[in-house]
């Protein structure tokens, strides 16, 4: 069974940091492209960051620089870094995977594809 269980989620001031991880089970996820994705409160879902299988690595413009993605095929966890976080990063978090697509995947995971249930990022000014 395929299963995705984020963790690292909290409360911090603008500039701080959090590092979300995303532990994926009941498969083998090397093959898999991966990504974090984030909803704000009346927004659509937006792509934030995601890895190819061969470790190529996208971000939305608006967090470049900030945000690292990363993902440890022995552990099967992935991982967002984030640092210098604004208001604006305040969302619901979650991460996804898709074994489709040649394990390519740019900003977006359909939502046939394999999500967790979120957590909850707030950051405040």
């Known amino acids: 069974q395929v299963q995705l269980v984020e963790s690292g989620g909290g409360s911090v001031q603008a500039g701080g940091s959090l590092r979300l991880s995303c532990a994926a089970s009941?498969?083998?996820?090397?093959?898999?492209?991966m990504g974090w994705f984030r909803q704000a409160p009346g927004k659509e879902r937006e792509g934030v960051a995601t890895?190819?299988?061969?470790?190529?690595?996208t971000y939305t413009d608006s967090v470049k620089g900030r945000f690292t993605i990363s993902k440890d095929n022995a552990e099967n966890t992935l991982y967002l870094q984030m640092n210098s976080l604004k208001p604006e990063d305040s969302a619901i978090y979650y991460c996804?995977?898709?074994?489709?697509?040649?394990?390519?995947?740019?900003?977006?995971?359909?939502?046939?594809?394999?999500w967790g249930q979120g957590t909850q990022v707030t950051v405040s000014s």
């Open positions: 996804a995977a898709d074994p489709r697509y040649g394990g390519t995947c740019i900003l977006t995971i359909p939502d046939s594809g394999y």
């Open positions: 009941g498969y083998n996820y090397d093959s898999f492209c």
């Open positions: 890895i190819n299988s061969d470790g190529r690595t």
